[in-house]
């Protein structure tokens, strides 16, 4: 499998550790593409691929599937070339499906290019129970809990605990964009982003991204907590995320799936 990532950043560094040098998947990352030529060059010397800053050349070169590791800008400026290329994509930036009409225009791409766009788990889990107890509209309410340390909010002098936000996934996103891209997953998988509440709370005594998940519907109930690690180079991000990936890729082309 040939792949290529969209970023430079925390998890794009990480995946060309884990796939290039450690190999932990049966592929090799080719083709990087991001913005920073220095961070870049260095990457690309260092895990032995290709970087670009044009995308049109970066989409051209000869490549399976791009993981987007970047920002949910980037995901909406280039998902579709991705797709129109003929590769299967891997989206982190989840947030960039908070319009409805614009994920259904990019499954509908999908389908018509025969291409599937990957949507991995991230930094929380128990979307396949979600999925399962919606198959016949059966869930009722689904909420996140999201407590992070002063740090990885990109917050300063928070001395006690405190809520910073209490809404829906839709207005969650636009308030965090880099932290929030679970709560549009959660939406995605279960009832929708407007009636997906969100709960976002500083804390200045914890080190783990701590997500806490509610359902409740015809299924019964689900309550999850995920208290998560994060990277050490981007507090902002959990390590399972980047896991999340990495296993979103070994699992491709497997003759068994698990999980609805
Ligand atoms: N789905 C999930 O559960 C999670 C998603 N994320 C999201 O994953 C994404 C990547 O995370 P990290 O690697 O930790 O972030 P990072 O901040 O370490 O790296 C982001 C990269 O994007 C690049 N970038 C930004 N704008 C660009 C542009 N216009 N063109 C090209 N490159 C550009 C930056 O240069 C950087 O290399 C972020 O959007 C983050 O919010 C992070 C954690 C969990
Ligand atoms: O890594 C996390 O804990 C969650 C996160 O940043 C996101 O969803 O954007």
Redesign the pocket.
Known sequence: MKIGI???????KYLLENINKNRKLEGKIVAL????EK?GQLLAEQYNADFFTDFKIFINSEMDIVV???????TV?YIKEVLESKKDVII????AFNDNEFLKEMKETAQLHTKHIYL?????GGLDLLQSANSLNGLKEVSITTRKSPESLGLEGVTKEQLLFDGSARDAIEKF???M??AL?LSIAGIGAEKTRVRVLVDPTIERNTHTIEADGDFGTMLLTIENNP?P??P???YL??L?ILSTLQNKNQSISIGS
């Open positions: 969209i970023g430079t950043g925390n998890i794009a593409f991001g913005r920073n961070v987007e590791a970047a920002t949910i800008g980037v400026q982190s930036s989840i947030g991995p788990s991230g930094a929380i964009p880099q932290n891209n679970v997953l990277m180079d981007n902002k991000t959990s995320a980047a999340s």
